[in-house]
């Protein structure tokens, strides 16, 4: 594979951070070259070594985030799966459930499956710059409400959700609060006592600058061990002369061999955000949002959706071109100016109906711990060249013709 040119300018980091501390890939390596054994499955030095570092990389996940006891932090391979294994494990037909209007498709696509089962759903709709009210949450409560899931930041516009005081409003009602940390997981300060939070489903990949293929839940204190029921059941390693699953934590979700390697690099990932702090993430993060909200605002013709506040969201920026493709843009970011973004509808297409983007979606940047004030002058230089170019009659001639024919051919 032909190494990334050096003029690269990552801003994708909402999904997936790169680079990622250099500790996380030799981890990786040291687990594949070094131990590589099955943790839990074996008794011989190797497979309690892996075991070892797994619980190890368990309890900087405890640590991190307020949670009690490192055996209810749950591996699995990534944040879907783990809100897939808590939706479909807790819901049941007659139960229902709210969710805000922002959400990923991650939470979006169990519920609506969940829906066509019995389940009954509410969808707490945001304001156009992805602003809740938590009276909104509590108004939408029903007697029969198991359930609150909500994403803690917008993968979309990067706005925060107001989760401290939706999970107080949960506990008073007898309701969990489940949330999904994809976006602030590494990134922003999250304790799940304080916060309110019973469930916490992460993603290791991102704020966690830990490998793909890891992620997890942590289940709070509140929730019983058997109170959500397995996506998936095998072997565990433990109770192997049972045909039943196990009924503890973690093994009661963790069947088949874990991703031991990948856990290895995440590890190394916590113990980088450990020795940095999240205060230093988040102010570092806050800054190079601001510098580029600042300057996207200074460009004819550029259009930014959200709060536009970095004080209330994340390092994610959704904006338009006025006169250019989603698409176009970003294919000229990356030819043109060797620029990293995504583009489109992001996984959330209810988030791009709620802030009046659907269906073409937005051009997103979003930068990590790794990117540079510089790195963001560069970024703005590029959006103002495009919009110029956007602005010329010639572009613009030709893309009225372009869009008569897509036109044409939507009918």
């Known amino acids: ?32 070259n070094y131990l590589g054994a099955n943790p839990g499955r074996s008794g011989h030095r190797l497979s309690t070594a892996a075991a070892e570092l797994v619980y190890d990389t368990r309890s900087l996940l405890a640590e991190m985030f307020g949670a009690e006891d490192p055996l209810r932090v749950v591996f ?9 294994t808590v939706l479909r494990g807790l819901l049941r037909p007659g139960d229902h459930v709210v969710t805000g209007s922002l959400e990923h498709n991650s939470v979006m696509r169990p519920l609506r499956a969940l829906e066509r089962q019995g389940v009954e759903l509410t969808a707490v709709p945001a304001s156009p710059a992805g602003l809740f009210r938590p009276s909104d949450f509590e108004r939408a409560l029903r007697p029969n409400t198991r359930l609150i899931v909500l994403n803690h930041a917008s993968n979309v516009v990067g706005t925060l959700a107001p989760v401290r005081e939706v999970g107080q409003i949960a506990r008073e009602h007898g309701v969990w609060l489940a949330v999904d940390a994809a976006q602030t997981a590494g990134v922003y300060p999250i304790h799940m006592p304080a916060d309110n939070i019973d469930i916490l489903c992460f ?9 793909q293929g890891t992620g997890g839940f942590i289940l709070g204190e509140r929730v019983p061990d058997d109170a959500i029921e397995p996506l998936t059941r095998g072997g565990t390693g433990s109770r192997s002369e049972e ?8 093994d009661r979700f963790e069947s088949g061999t874990l991703n031991a390697a990948g856990i290895a690099g995440l590890k190394a990932g916590l113990e980088f955000l450990r020795r940095e702090g999240i205060a230093k993430v988040r102010a ?28 209330y969201q994340v390092a994610v920026v959704s904006f338009n071109i006025a006169g250019m493709y989603p698409s176009e843009a970003a294919l000229a970011l990356d030819e043109e100016f060797g620029i990293m973004c995504r583009v489109g509808l992001h996984c959330a297409p209810a988030a791009h109906r709620t802030i009046g983007t659907f269906p073409q979606g937005t051009i997103r940047f979003s930068p990590g711990y790794f990117n540079t004030p510089a790195e963001i002058d560069q970024a703005l230089e590029a959006v103002e060249a495009l919009a ?11 893309n009225r013709e372009r869009s008569v024919y897509d036109d044409r051919e939507n009918r």
Not at 15 to 28: D, L, N, R
Not at 287 to 311: F, K, N
């Open 243 to 250: 045909e039943h699953q196990p009924d503890f934590l973690p």
């Open 284 to 311: 570092h993060e806050v800054a190079l949002t601001r510098r580029l909200l600042d300057g996207l605002r200074a460009i004819a013709g550029v259009q930014i959706y959200g709060t536009r506040d970095p004080a």
């Open 76 to 84: 699995c391979k990534n944040v879907t799966e783990a809100l897939n």
């Open 1 to 32: 594979m032909d190494k990334p040119l050096p003029n690269i300018i990552y801003l994708d980091n909402a999904a997936t951070s790169w680079p990622k501390p250099a500790g996380v890939a030799q981890a990786v390596a040291d687990f594949i």
């Open 388 to 398: 110029r170019r956007a602005h010329t009659p010639t572009y613009q001639v030709v």
């Open 203 to 211: 993603t290791g990949h991102k704020g966690l600058l830990g490998p």
